[in-house]
């Protein structure tokens, strides 16, 4: 069964600090990996999407990395705001004949404290 | 550029009641489109997915269908509402704008709606 799992659930930083979400995929066949960012009641934007041949994709403050064989992605997140509260997904896509299905997992609350 | 809308945007029904959630893409031509649920506490779930008008396939079973009668309008409904349907309703596009050579590397990227909030009481 392809899952995916975040770690941490939940996560406080004060300002400035750079963090670390984890994403871990049990089914190393993948697609690609996407990370996405959900605030409150909102529908999901899309940060980053590494193709599963790729090892990393940057932009702004974020980096994201993936380890096929090992089923890890993490995504790097430099000089914290307040602005960059949110919850942060990680989705992994996997071939689905004429698509691309997503699995995601549950999540990380970021808190960024000014 | 390419929008998604979703409409309506929040939705209190009885059990019992009929569904219809519309989702349209604009900017774009022949998109693959996809319904999410979000229910509290779980994470997304692909209920629904379509790479043509007339073509769903469905994830999972459950008291809901979808059609897509246009091109770039997916609907999601429901005969009868259960309590279980409760939630937040993402509707997705991904598209060819890279054309195959892309979509075969993998650069297929899905963009998503605001979402309707739907309560069933």
């Known amino acids: 069964k392809q899952e995916v799992t975040q770690i941490p659930a939940a996560l406080s930083v004060p300002e400035g600090e750079n963090l670390v979400l984890n994403c871990s995929f049990t089914?190393?066949?993948?697609?690609?990996l996407q990370w996405f960012r959900q605030d409150p009641g909102k529908g999901l934007t899309s940060l980053l999407l590494?193709?599963?041949?790729?090892r990393e994709q940057t932009s702004g403050r974020l980096n994201a990395s993936l380890d096929k064989s090992s089923g890890r992605s993490t995504l790097y997140i430099a000089a914290s705001q307040p602005g960059d509260s949110a919850t942060y997904l990680c989705?992994?896509?996997?071939?689905?004949?004429?698509?691309?299905?997503?699995?995601f997992g549950t999540g990380t609350l970021l808190a960024v404290q000014p | 550029s390419q929008t998604i809308h979703q409409w309506p945007a929040t939705l209190v029904q009885p059990v019992g009641s009929p569904l219809s959630l519309e989702c349209t893409v604009e900017?774009?031509?022949?998109?693959?489109l996809y319904w999410y649920r979000q229910a509290a506490g779980r994470g997304l779930q692909l209920l629904f997915y379509?790479?043509?008008?007339?073509?769903i396939s469905s994830e999972v079973p459950q008291n809901l269908s979808a059609s897509r009668p246009q091109d770039r309008q997916f609907i999601l409904s429901s005969k009868k509402l259960l309590l279980s349907d409760s939630g937040f309703y993402l509707c997705?596009?991904?598209?060819?704008?890279?054309?195959?050579?892309?979509?075969?590397?993998?650069?297929?990227?899905?963009?998503f709606g605001p979402g309707t909030r739907l309560l069933v009481l």
């Open positions: 997705a596009w991904s598209g060819v704008d890279r054309g195959l050579a892309g979509w075969l590397a993998g650069e297929e990227t899905q963009y």
């Open positions: 089914d190393s066949a993948i697609y690609n």
């Open positions: 590494i193709q599963s041949s790729q």
């Open positions: 989705a992994v896509g996997y071939y689905g004949g004429a698509t691309n299905k997503l699995i």
């Open positions: 900017g774009t031509s022949n998109p693959n």
């Open positions: 379509s790479v043509g008008i007339g073509q």
